[in-house]
């Protein structure tokens, strides 16, 4: 979907400048915390990672591009937004629509779906979505983000049964002053095999500007939901879901620098079956797989793809919109005078390549458990304009490079299974599941 941008709000850099790690402010809760200007309102919570620098990419190795198979399933009803994807055991699989707060069981075999869970704070009930996995013996976890995260467990057949609240000591006023940003409780975004839950524990600064020594990596929680047991596991990259606004010198409103998307390197994480979790480096395709006792860093071979300049303004013109819509959304009041607040959208110069791998709210980095689906640009002028995929194991070899049609999306993948979206042109999404190749 294209958008028209108000050109006189979105300034283009004349000379390159270098990207620093910024974030929104997000309102807190908790009593004891000074609450910064309502100027720093609710966008998102995000932070720039920070992406190494590096030398010629490998080139790739000779791994032939396939196709997915045929479906073998298909829902009759189509989703608006379908988010996480979890299949159980007998083939069942719960699919998230969080912008619905909605939560559906889906049976392939019969193409029927019917919703399960509650919205609600009591046992088992949730306000929100924000991740779905699956703990053991098949119990469904549905976790809300928050200073004090909750997880909403539900039975295999969708019943509520309890929640999970994560609690943290709370930090003195002073310390919090004096580090200049609090830090929530770990929120629960993956699962292992034994059911065990990660998650990393986001900060939040308290002023305009954002110190980016520590920004860069959140701390990694690995919780036990039978015990209530926590292990810290070191650091992950902190997630990239937006920047800070600034504001401007003369009061009438705010500078924003455009929202990286897909075209920065990023880096991200995912957990495997065993508990490693692996780190991808955007810009170098470096993996780094983390366990207890070793860390291996294993660089995959990868085609360096040009991003021309019609690819970059393509993007920019759309994403710029949006941004300031979301901006005008967020900071409802006037600036001097009463007059309405500017919202300047400041775009960097464009890359000369796009990054190895990519990261953004429709292509995360996926796992069946045993491997992990990373998604990269594609061949041609415009690397976005389908999917591609690298099917890499665990220890780092590539296995297969899988492309999508147009306007086709990767929702999930198992040992057993893919599912994918087609998106028509009244931007419904029919979900569709597809064997896995041996």
């Known amino acids: 979907m294209s958008a028209t941008v108000d050109r006189a709000n979105v300034r283009r850099e004349d000379r390159p400048r270098k990207l620093t790690a910024r974030s929104l402010h997000m309102s807190m809760s908790a009593s004891h915390l000074r609450r910064p200007s309502r100027t720093a309102s609710l966008l998102l919570l995000g932070l720039l990672s920070a992406c190494e620098g590096t030398n010629a990419a490998p080139e790739a190795s000779a791994v ?3 196709a997915l198979p045929a479906h073998d399933g298909e829902l009759r009803d189509g989703f608006t937004m379908p988010g996480a994807f979890v299949e159980l055991s007998d083939g069942r699989v719960v699919i998230s629509d969080p912008s619905h707060r909605e939560l559906w069981m889906a049976d392939f075999s019969t193409g029927e779906r019917v919703a399960i869970g509650r919205l609600g704070d009591g046992p ?11 703990l053991a013996g098949d119990s469904i976890a549905v976790s809300q983000d928050g200073p004090l995260a909750r997880v909403a467990v539900l039975s295999p057949d969708g019943t509520a049964v309890r929640t999970i609240a994560l609690t943290a000591d709370p930090t003195p006023a002073a310390v919090i002053e004096a580090r200049g940003y609090a830090e929530w409780t770990a929120q629960p975004k993956y699962s292992d095999a034994r059911g065990r839950m990660y998650g990393a524990r986001p900060r939040l600064p308290l002023g305009m500007e954002l110190d980016t020594s520590w920004s860069r990596e959140y701390q990694l929680m690995r919780i036990n939901p039978a015990t209530g047991a926590i292990d810290s596991l070191g650091r992950v990259p902190a997630a990239l879901d937006g920047t800070r606004p600034r504001p401007l010198g003369d009061g009438s409103g705010f500078e924003i620098d455009l929202f990286p998307g897909a075209h920065t390197p990023q880096q991200t994480w995912q957990v495997l079956e065993d508990g490693t979790v692996a780190i991808v480096d955007g810009a170098t395709y470096e993996i780094r797989f ?3 006792d070793t860390t291996r860093r294993v660089r995959v071979p990868h085609d360096v793809r040009p991003l021309t300049p019609e690819a970059w303004r393509r993007y920019t013109d759309t994403a710029a919109a949006t941004q300031q819509r979301m901006m005008r959304g967020a900071v409802p009041m006037d600036g001097p005078a009463g007059t309405p607040l500017e919202f300047t959208v400041r775009i960097p110069p464009a890359p000369a390549t796009m990054p190895a791998t990519l990261s953004s709210p429709r292509r995360g980095l996926l796992t069946d458990g045993r491997e992990l689906w990373i998604p990269v640009p594609a061949a041609g002028d415009d690397p976005l304009a389908h999917e591609r995929w690298d099917v890499i194991d665990a220890q780092g070899t590539r296995r297969g490079i899988v492309e999508l049609p147009p306007r086709t999306v990767l ?4 040992a057993r299974h893919v599912y994918t979206a087609t998106i028509d042109d009244d931007d419904v999404r029919t979900v569709r599941r597809h064997p896995r190749v041996p």
Request: aromatic share 10%; no cysteine; charged share 20%.
């Open 64 to 66: 032939a591009v396939s």
């Open 290 to 292: 983390v366990s207890p």
């Open 124 to 134: 088992g009930e949730f306000r929100a979505i924000r991740s779905v996995f699956k």
């Open 411 to 414: 929702l999930g993948v198992s």
